[in-house]
Each structure stands twice: as structure tokens, then as C-alpha cells.
């Protein structure tokens, strides 16, 4: 980056910061964006003369609302609620609601600023959102969950619809959760649409939904390391968390060839030497997404180690999954990741790479794949669903499957196109921040002064 675009990046920051304060990840999120943005504006003068990126680090609309409601006990509890309506220039606002004691301004700002860009990747009409709440969900009973879920949708409901915003899950927010969600909706509105998506199958959900992140992102594994003549037949891959995307990138992993060595939760890591094959990963399943219990577990029925309180980034691998969290991947642990052999990173999780881990990905010239392109698999079979809701059709498993395949090959295409340098190496950085941006800004362009 030349001098003068640095001035120009860290006066831009100045700004967004000023009136942002606090907000640490939503600052974090617009550095790498309108870094690597920057020099392409530069060549496209129009998008600063009016003022495109300004605008879009402004949201078009945040709600913030009072959730009451009872627990067991008969005890009054009161969390936050959010809603980020970010941009909706190519399509109604999209993206998902994250319950999680760590959730506030900043961080739902930076993911909704994320959703943005990976939702025009995709190709479908959808503008970026995200919401959530301060709530946790974990260790509470499914009647404590329900009650909140109801309370929370007692105010979101008159700012979402299927034509204006579309909710999904995220952390915390799963299946039973968007039961909970829909159900009350409908109540609310006396209407059944396609308001939300990660919906049952029997009510209006697509098949492969559930599946799509963790595919997704396998698939733009699969993508980068055919640009080097390579497929996941014998590659040792470490993945972190032990939700719905870490649980189905072991599956799709596993399908094509790899082995999936580690999975983590909140306490610390599991490795295990000979594989989370289909059998233990239905183990996984059922304690995860039934019995809501620890992944130590795993260790002591399958006899592989458990490390508490640790990340699995020291353990030797070809491929890194990250699929749990924001900044779980310092630079340090980049280092560790490359020094062991790794050549692969594939983000199922938003930003789950420090920008120091990032800079030392692209500068180490592995094939680094940044969340908003590589995991947009999910938002992506959510459009889906929006269009099989709206066409009141189910499409089948092998339809879906082979349409989000398409995208993430197409995804791939696309940072291919934005982000080869003239030496030959794919920046993905730059391809997917440059992709997703040019349709949204087009759009924005077009539409006026909103
Ligand atoms: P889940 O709630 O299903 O699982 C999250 C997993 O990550 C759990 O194993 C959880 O452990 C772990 N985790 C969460 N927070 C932390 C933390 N602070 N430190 C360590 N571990 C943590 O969520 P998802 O699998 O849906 O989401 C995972 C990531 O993928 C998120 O970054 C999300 O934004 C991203 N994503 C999800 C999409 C989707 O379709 N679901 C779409 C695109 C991106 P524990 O149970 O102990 O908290």
C-alpha cells in the first residue's frame, strides 16, 4: 500500500472510530475491508466521489429493545435485544441472530458490515443484517429458552418480514430457537412466510440449510486447493468448535477424503489421532445438539485427549478450520499453524483470524480463505430457502446441495477474478472484499442519495 493510501485509510478510520467508540471488532472489520478496498476505489474514482464507503459503515437502521421475561423460578430477567438493518441496496436485509452472553453493539455491527459483502458474493438478492441478544442459552431449559424466544420476537416482529428483513441463526441459534422464533411470528402477524430461515422441514425449511456452512466451506477448501492440484484425499484437518459448522465440515471433510483430527467447545480441545469418523461424529451430534453437553465427553468414550482450556492450532495439520469464533487464531498461532505445515485456512466462523494472523496468511502465500467468502455457503442456502418459500415448492436434497456447490465454486471464481496478483498468488483478501463491494456499490450508485 502506497503512503498516501495509508494516509487516506487511517484518516478514514479516524472517523469511523470517532464516532464509533468502543465498537473494537466493528472497526477491526472496516480496517481489513476498506484496506484492501482502497486501492481499487482509487482506480474507480466515482465510488468516493460519492461517497460510497462513507455511507456504507453506516447502517440504514439499528434497533435496540428491552427483552423481558420469566425464568423457571418466576424470576424477572431483562436482556438486550438488537437488530442491525445494515444495507439493503441488492435485496431485503439478511443475516443471522447470535445469542451469546458476549454479544453487543460492536460485534453485531462488524458482522452485520461482514454480511453485507459475503451476501452480494453469493449472487442472490440479499442485503446484510445481523441481530441478537445478550442472552445464553446454555444450561437453560428448553421452557426458559421458549419464553425468551417469544419475548424477543414480541418487539422484533414489527421490523422484519419476508420482503424486509429476514433473520437467520448464528451462535446460539439453532433449530429449536427458530422454532420458538417462528412460532410466535406467526402469531403475532396471523401469517406463515418466510420470515426466517434455518426452519424445520416440515414448516417451510430447506433441505441441506443445516448442513450448508460446514459444506460450504469445505467446498472452497476443496476450491483453493485444486489451484494447487490438490484435494483433501489424505489431508489431516483441524477444526475448531463443535456447533452446527464445525459439526458439518467434519462430515464433508471426512466425505472427501480427510481427516479431522480436533474439534473444540468453550472448555478446550479434543484430539483425536485416528479420526472423528461418521459414527463418532454422530456421538458429537447427539451430545452437542440433543444432550447440550461438553465435547471433553468425546475423550473420555472415544479415549482421545482432551486439552482444557486450549485452541487446537498447535497440533500438526494440512488444513485449519476455524468454526467457532471471532479472534481465535492470533498471530502466534498463525505461525504455529504454518510451521507445522498447514497451507490451508478456510474460515467457517466470522473473522476468526487477529489481522497480525491474516497479514502473516497472505504474506506466507497460503491459501487463506477469509469467512465472508468461505463460509457464505450458509447465507446462501438461506436465500434458497427465501426462494423455495416464495415459489411455496421443496426442492430436493441433491437440488440444493448441487445449487450451494455451484455458489461456492462460484464464489471461489470470483475472489480468483478480484484477488490474482500479478505474481500469480490468489490474495482472497482482496477478491472477496472487492467482489462483494462493486454490486452493492453499483446498486447503491444507482438508487440515489439513501
Ligand atoms: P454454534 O452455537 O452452533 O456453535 C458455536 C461453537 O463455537 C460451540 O462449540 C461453542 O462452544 C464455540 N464457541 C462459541 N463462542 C466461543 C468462544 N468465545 N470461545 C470458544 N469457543 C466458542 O454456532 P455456529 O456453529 O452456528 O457458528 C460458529 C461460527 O460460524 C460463528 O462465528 C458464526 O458467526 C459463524 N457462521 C455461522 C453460520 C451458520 O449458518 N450457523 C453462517 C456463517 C457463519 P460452547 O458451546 O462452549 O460455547
Known sequence: MSNVTEKKL???????????????????????????LLPYIEEHPHYSEAKILERMVEPERVILFRVPWLDDKGEVQINKGYRIEMNSAI??????????????LG????????????????????????GGSDFDPKGKSDND???????????????????????????????????????????????FTGVLTGKGIEW??????????????????????????????????VISGSGNVAQYATEKVTQLGGKVVTLSDSSGYIYDEKGIDAEKLAFIMQL???KRGRIAEYAAKFGAKFVEGERPWGVKCDVAMPCATQNEINEDEAKMLVANGCFVVSEGANMPS????????VKSKILYGPGKAANAGGVATSGLEMSQNSLRLSWTRAEVDARLH?????????????GTQPDGFINYVNGANIGGFVKVADAMLAQGLV
Do not use: W
Request: net charge positive; aromatic share 12%.
Open 10 to 36: 487511517n484518516d478514514f478510520m479516524a472517523k469511523v472510530i470517532a464516532k464509533n467508540p468502543s465498537e473494537i471488532e466493528f472497526h477491526q472489520a472496516v480496517h481489513e475491508v476498506v484496506g484492501s
Open 107 to 130: 460485534i453485531l455491527k462488524f458482522l452485520a458490515f461482514e454480511q453485507v459483502l459475503k451476501n452480494s458474493l453469493t449472487t442472490l438478492p440479499m442485503g446484510g443484517g445481523k
Open 406 to 418: 455451484q455458489i461456492m465454486v462460484d464464489i471461489h471464481q470470483t475472489c480468483v477474478k478480484y
Open 354 to 361: 487477529t489481522p497480525e494472523a491474516v497479514d502473516f496468511y
Open 145 to 191: 429458552v421458549m419464553r425468551f424466544c417469544q419475548s424477543f420476537m414480541s418487539e422484533l416482529f414489527r421490523h422484519i418480514g419476508p420482503n424486509t428483513d429476514v433473520p437467520a441463526g448464528d451462535i446460539g441459534v439453532g433449530g429449536r430457537e427458530i422454532g420458538f422464533l417462528f412460532g410466535q411470528y406467526k402469531r403475532l402477524r396471523n401469517e
Open 288 to 290: 452437542k445438539n440433543v
Open 204 to 237: 417451510g425449511g430447506s433441505l441441506i440449510r443445516p448442513e450448508a456452512t460446514g459444506y460450504g466451506a469445505t467446498y472452497f477448501a476443496e476450491e483453493m486447493l485444486k489451484t494447487r492440484g490438490q484435494s483433501f484425499v489424505g489431508k489431516v484437518v
Open 91 to 104: 435485496g431485503p436485509y439478511k443475516g443471522g441472530l447470535r445469542f451469546h452472553p458476549t454479544v453487543n
